[in-house]
């Protein structure tokens, strides 16, 4: 078993806000970063498992708090999606700045869409993985701000959010909404470089992100592949073990097969093409 040391990592952003971060540390140089979701933090899972699991493979991994979010320093605001995606830059330059190799990124929830944005704008990862996001964003907003929020806003400028108990949570602002509304997933999905890898996982349980959402980034992803975990729900409660194994999957191939020379990879497309048609 790799011997994996965790340090605390702050990284400045864009804003002059610190983002704090936790470095799974193999003495590896190749590095995946682990993106979290919606009012979520580094400590939550599946950021901790998957880099506990990176880590028994001799794979560095760095899980952060976006700004506004845990440790990190800022405002939380709901949409926030290229802010993130900004987040995350900030992060690859300052491994990059320590000579760290991108192997991948990864993100749940919202971090899988922050992830798929941040690849449409760089192409300089080559592999992404995103978990349970949400293809249509215009969807799911009823259930936290109400049937009426669009009329609302428009009257208010402004929804304050409150849990069950009554207490308040977070404010919506028509900014921060129309942040949301406005991030084109299925434009970012279409500007992800063919050669950049790119795995989708969905619970087909998840009642947060309805799974057909998978399917509809399988239609405009060109190097996708898809793959449904039966019985999960949002967080992978109980299927944590084959979500890291999906994972860890996928990376060490994909790795393998950048690794692998062109005229062996055209080679091994046709051994699996024929394969499939067995």
């Not at 682990?34 to 001799?58: D, N, W, Y």
């Not at 952060?64 to 999606?81: I, L, P, R, T, V």
Request: glycine share 8%.
């Amino acid at each position: 078993m790799t011997s994996v040391g965790e340090h605390r990592v702050v990284i400045r952003n864009s804003h002059g806000e610190n983002l704090v971060g936790i470095l799974h540390e193999t003495g590896s140089k190749d590095l995946v970063i682990i993106c979290h979701g919606f009012q979520s933090k580094k400590e939550r899972i599946p950021m901790v498992t998957l880099a506990t699991a990176l880590g028994r493979e001799g794979i560095s991994a760095f899980r952060f708090d976006f700004a506004g979010n845990g440790e990190s320093e800022g405002s939380f605001m709901y949409g926030n999606y290229r802010r993130e995606a900004e987040d995350l830059r900030a992060v690859v330059r300052h491994f990059r700045d320590k000579e760290r190799i991108m192997a991948a990124i990864v993100g749940h929830s919202k971090g899988g869409n922050v992830v798929l944005l941040y690849a449409s704008k760089n192409n300089d990862v080559p592999i992404v993985i995103n978990i349970s996001g949400r293809f249509h964003l215009e969807n799911g907003m009823e259930g936290r701000l109400g049937k009426d929020f669009l009329q609302r806003i428009k009257q208010n400028g402004f929804i304050d959010v409150k849990n069950r108990k009554g207490q308040f949570e977070y404010r919506v602002t028509r900014e921060s909404l129309m942040d949301r509304l406005t991030t084109d997933t299925r434009a970012a999905c279409l500007l992800i470089n063919q050669n950049c890898r790119v795995l989708t996982i969905h619970g087909s349980m998840d009642k947060i992100v309805p799974a057909k959402d998978a399917m509809e980034f399988a239609g405009f992803i060109r190097n996708h592949k898809l793959h449904i975990i039966e019985g999960a729900d949002h967080e992978y409660t109980w299927h944590q073990d084959e979500l890291a194994t999906v994972v860890l999957d996928f990376i060490k191939t994909a790795r393998g097969d950048r690794n692998m020379p062109k005229h062996l990879q055209s080679c091994e497309r046709r051994a699996n093409f024929i394969k499939a048609r067995i």
